[in-house]
């Protein structure tokens, strides 16, 4: 399994720890996260997080369910491999 990079997005109420703990998702599989970058929404309360980072394709599944198994996280999902603009969703 060769680690390629990917793009997600995650959708999370507006919390001060959320970055940090989906860095640990990444961080716990030794996954190295190369962007991240947080974006503003039509709701005050929720922000889209776009993270940027190198893992096997095969992981994606697992990793998308992880994400979503933290409390503020309302979506994630994965970018296609042709997205070329990040905001463009």
């Known amino acids: 399994m060769e680690n390629q990079s990917?793009?997600?997005?995650?959708?999370?109420?507006d919390?001060?720890?959320v970055l940090s703990r989906l860095?640990?998702?990444f961080g716990k599989s030794r996954?190295?996260?190369?962007?991240?970058q947080v974006f503003a929404t039509e709701d005050d309360h929720l922000k889209r997080i776009i993270v940027e980072a190198a893992f096997p394709k095969e992981m994606m599944t697992?990793?998308?369910?992880?994400?979503?198994?933290?409390?503020?996280v309302h979506r994630a999902f994965a970018h296609r491999?042709?997205?070329?603009d990040p905001t463009a969703i």
């Open 6 to 13: 990917s793009r997600i997005s995650v959708y999370a109420s």
């Open 31 to 36: 996954f190295e996260v190369s962007y991240m």
């Open 23 to 25: 860095l640990q998702v």
């Open 81 to 84: 491999d042709d997205d070329a």
């Open 15 to 17: 919390t001060n720890q």
């Open 62 to 72: 697992l990793i998308l369910a992880r994400i979503e198994k933290i409390i503020e």
